[in-house]
């Protein structure tokens, strides 16, 4: 599986931005597909993760309420809604591909890495 995210800008604190992930590949079905964000200096860290179905979304806390995923098997696109954003979201956001859903918040369960896009939100 090849991902390609997109969607990133310079946003202002409250703003709203909607983040793409694009996936090559006959069986995107069979992925979970999951974000994360990693800020200069910071660690990767967690955002979301949905599964197969889509039926199952997992989020961080930190982001629990404003975010949401989503995914469209048939497009084979995977999607972050993030409201309320606030400075402290501010990161380099990845979108990923696991074929388990054992502990997804966890990166190094994720086969497959996007480029990243930037989400910059000022205050």
């Known amino acids: 599986v090849q991902l390609q995210a997109s969607g990133g800008g310079l946003v202002q604190a409250g703003d709203s931005l909607r983040l793409s992930c694009a996936a090559s590949?006959?069986?995107?079905?069979?992925?979970?597909l999951g974000w994360f964000r990693q800020a200069p200096g910071k660690e990767r860290e967690f955002v979301a993760a949905?599964?197969?179905?889509?039926?199952?979304?997992y989020y961080a806390d930190s982001v629990k309420g404003r975010f949401t995923i989503s995914r469209d098997n048939a497009k084979n696109m995977v999607y972050l809604q993030m409201n309320s954003l606030k400075p402290e979201d501010t990161a380099t956001y990845y979108c990923?591909?696991?074929?388990?859903?054992?502990?997804?918040?966890?990166?190094?369960?994720?086969?497959?890495w996007g480029q990243g896009t930037q989400v910059t939100v000022s205050s």
């Open positions: 590949g006959r069986t995107f079905a069979s992925y979970v």
């Open positions: 990923a591909a696991t074929s388990s859903w054992y502990i997804v918040g966890d990166a190094v369960r994720y086969d497959y």
């Open positions: 949905i599964s197969w179905s889509a039926g199952t979304p």
